[in-house]
Each structure stands twice: as C-alpha cells, then as structure tokens.
C-alpha cells in the first residue's frame, strides 16, 4: 500500500527558510517520479512547484520557484524535501507531496502523472 507521509510545514516569517518532509513507502521508490504541488485556500487546483526522479536522476522546477526552491530526496530513506527560501506571502498555501510511476518520457510536472498524494500540510508566511 502506498503511504506518503508529509511534515513541516507551520508558520514562518518573511525572508525565513521552510523544509518540508515526505516519506514515501509501499513502493519501489527508484521506479517511480516524486513532486510537489501547492494549493491555495481559494484555489480549484494544484499547482506544480517541483519533481524529481527516484532513481537519482532529473529535477524539474516550475518557472516562478526557480532560485528559492529546492527539491532533494535521500533514497536511503525514502524520504524527499522541499526548502523553501527565502520565504515570501506568496508562499502561503497547502503544499502536497506526490508520486508515480516514472513514465517512459521522464519525469514531469503534470499533476495527473501522480498517482498517489500526501495529506498536505500548510505552509503560513507572515510578516
């Protein structure tokens, strides 16, 4: 059974730095594409933020994260990040992880390549 567990998110202040946690487990992780997506309160879908490949290979960012988000995984753990920083407002949404299987292209950022999603944990920025 494919479980994804995320953490970390909270409250943080502008300009701060915010690490988000997700723990895969329930498949072969080298097989398959891990992301990230966010969604506003007002929001009818997510947004891509950013994928990367199980297997140790390509990272893909959306074109407004790019330079103050990162993803990272430990394939030991099974475990993949997101670090946000600098934080900014507009940071302020429910940041989803997911997964799927990789497809034959290569990993990418459309949300229905993900099979399987996190609960979702809210990131709040103030000043």
């Known amino acids: 059974q494919v479980k994804l567990v995320e953490s970390g998110g909270g409250s943080v202040q502008v300009g701060g730095s915010v690490r988000l946690s997700c723990v895969a487990s329930?498949?072969?992780?080298?097989?398959?594409?891990m992301g990230w997506f966010r969604q506003t309160s007002t929001g009818s879908r997510r947004e891509r933020v950013a994928?990367?490949?199980?297997?140790?290979?390509?990272?893909r960012y959306a074109d407004d994260v790019k330079g103050r988000f990162t993803i990272s995984q430990d394939l030991a753990q099974s475990t993949f990040y997101l670090d946000i920083n600098p934080v900014q407002p507009t940071d302020t949404n429910m940041y989803y992880c997911?997964?799927?299987?990789?497809?034959?292209?290569?990993?990418?950022?459309?949300?229905?390549?993900?099979?399987?999603w996190g609960q979702g944990t809210q990131v709040t920025v103030s000043s």
């Open positions: 997911a997964a799927g299987p990789r497809p034959w292209g290569g990993c990418t950022l459309i949300s229905v390549a993900f099979d399987y």
């Open positions: 994928s990367i490949d199980g297997s140790g290979g390509g990272i």
């Open positions: 329930g498949y072969d992780y080298s097989r398959f594409c």
